[in-house]
């Protein structure tokens, strides 16, 4: 008899939305005391300065602007644990978008206003199921807002280690959902249950082909924390010194995943 079909994650709309709220209120509130010499400094994202990485912040959150004033899509065609595997491809035009963002709007503390004002209006204006085009396929407004928490929880950790002592706080919930959504996309990955990977608090998959786990303490554990695995599955870390550095525990022949990391590059 097959193995029973995993039950989608469901996420809850209205903490999603208090979530991304509340990250971008949290940026918005670091930006307002950076210095023009910290908005200048190098990040971790190539030849981005803080300014870029700013900029980008807003406009990730713009992209729902941007997608509701499109046409809505006949159907949904994605999945929101697909999105992860979409970015890729698309960011050479990311990264040309984030350089106009940032030469447009030179007072990036009016910009993050205007952002999160708008984005309330959107939100009261608009149903959660409202499908929208994104870079991933056809997905619902309330799934497409899960993506922008892990944007903007990925994005705070790059902001905090760009700024020293800056300490951008993270919403527990943007960070539940950030680090949820990562798991089960290498979950899709690599399918199987022979692995678990566990980030407490927050999330447990089971993953990668072989002999399946039923009870017990499973053969081959992997085990962090939410910050260092989104940094894994974004690539700011690398699997070999995220072990070297004691950041990872990993004990069975078959918990080495770094191959299959980073899921979204």
Same mark, same amino acid.
């Given at each position: ?58 406009? $990730? &959150?713009? =992209? ?8 809505? +899509? %006949?159907?949904?065609? @994605?999945?929101? *644990? ?104 290498? $979950? &899709?990955? =690599? ?8 980030? +407490? %608090?927050?999330?447990? @998959?089971?993953? *990668? ?57």
């Amino acid at each position: 008899m097959p193995p029973a079909k995993k039950r989608a994650r469901s996420y809850d709309p209205a903490r999603t939305r208090t979530a991304v709220l509340a990250q971008l209120a949290h940026v918005h509130q670091a930006v307002r005391g950076l210095t023009p010499e910290q908005l200048a400094l190098p990040t971790r994202l190539g030849e981005w300065t803080v300014r870029d990485l700013v900029a980008h912040i807003g406009m $990730a &959150v713009t =992209a729902v602007h941007r997608a509701l004033d499109r046409p809505a +899509p %006949p159907r949904q065609d @994605v999945t929101v *644990v697909q999105w992860p595997f979409a970015t890729a491809a698309n960011a050479p035009a990311i990264a040309d978008f984030t350089r106009n963002v940032a030469a447009d709007h030179p007072d990036l503390d009016a910009y993050l206003a205007d952002v999160d004002s708008s984005l309330r209006a959107l939100l009261d204006q608009h149903p959660g199921g409202r499908l929208l085009e994104t870079n991933a396929g056809a997905l619902p407004l309330d799934d497409y807002l899960v993506t922008r928490a892990v944007e903007l929880a990925v994005h705070t950790d790059d902001l905090n280690a760009a700024v020293p002592g800056l300490e951008v706080p993270h919403d527990r919930q943007a960070l539940a959902a950030a680090t949820r959504l990562l798991a089960d996309a290498l $979950a &899709v990955k =690599a399918p199987g249950g022979s692995t678990e990977v566990r980030v +407490p %608090p927050y999330a447990v @998959v089971q993953c *990668v082909e072989g002999p399946r786990h039923t009870r017990g303490t499973p053969p081959n554990v992997v085990e962090t924390d939410p910050l260092t695995w989104l940094r894994l599955a974004t690539g700011r870390v690398s699997w070999q010194d995220a072990v070297a550095g004691a950041k990872v525990a990993a004990s069975g022949e078959r918990a080495d995943i770094g191959r299959l990391l980073p899921l979204m590059a």
